[in-house]
């Protein structure tokens, strides 16, 4: 695919028409716009459903602003001791990858790690005041909602330029005791590259549990998206390791 818009010139007087041709949207434009409004620190806003950039082997690589990767020795548990909490067994999968980013009054930090039953990605931002939190909290699941709602179709000559997803394969809501207090997960389908609002059977690779956590004692905001393959998806399993997030000082 070589643009988003095409122009094939017709005929001698110059008459034209366009073919558009469209990717499925990682981001829905009104999730985008909400994000984007909340601060002038927001992250980049090309992917939302992995680190800030993928090389493709689930680590994470720089793209732009001041940036550093960490050494990935250690387990994700270790690195979230620095915001004083654990992540029970689910903690103990070594690290696949280590981010930073600094804005100019927030950082962002984003953590992968994987074992043989569990992906499990992190994204971190602080320090948010209670009130900026919520506003990111409230956008980042109006993102991941909107991705499962209509969409414009990515193939031209369709009856309708609109698809919708079925109710069937649109997230499952479950609230789950996190740090004390309820939490909202989304129990969504995902592709083969740990992404986001896909519903087609053949596209959907794995399932994954998603819900955003502030945490006040650190003033930090957590994303977590802890994934399984579709085939062997278990809902008590990531409910449990999201559930078994717990604070270690404080």
Known sequence: MKSVMEVVEMGSRGCAFTVRRRRLAVLAPVGLALLCSCSPDAPPAANTNAPPSDDGNGRATATSGPTSRAALPGTLNAALAAY???????????????????????????????????????????????????????????????????????????ITNITDCPDDKKPVERSVQVLGRPVTVLLANASARYTFGVWEDDLIKHRAAFCVVYVPETKALFEIKIFQPSARFNADTVLRALGNLKLTSG
Do not use: C, W
């Not at 990605?121 to 699941?141: F, V």
């Open 84 to 158: 004083g909490l654990s992540m029970g067994k689910a903690g103990d999968a070594p690290l696949a990858g280590d981010f930073r980013r600094k804005g100019s009054t927030i950082a962002f930090h984003s953590l992968l790690a994987a074992d043989n039953d569990l992906r499990v990605e992190i994204e971190i931002m602080s320090p948010l005041t209670p009130d900026l939190a919520k506003r990111y909290l409230n956008s980042k699941y109006t993102i991941v909602r909107s991705l499962y709602g209509p969409q414009p179709h990515p193939y031209p000559g369709v």
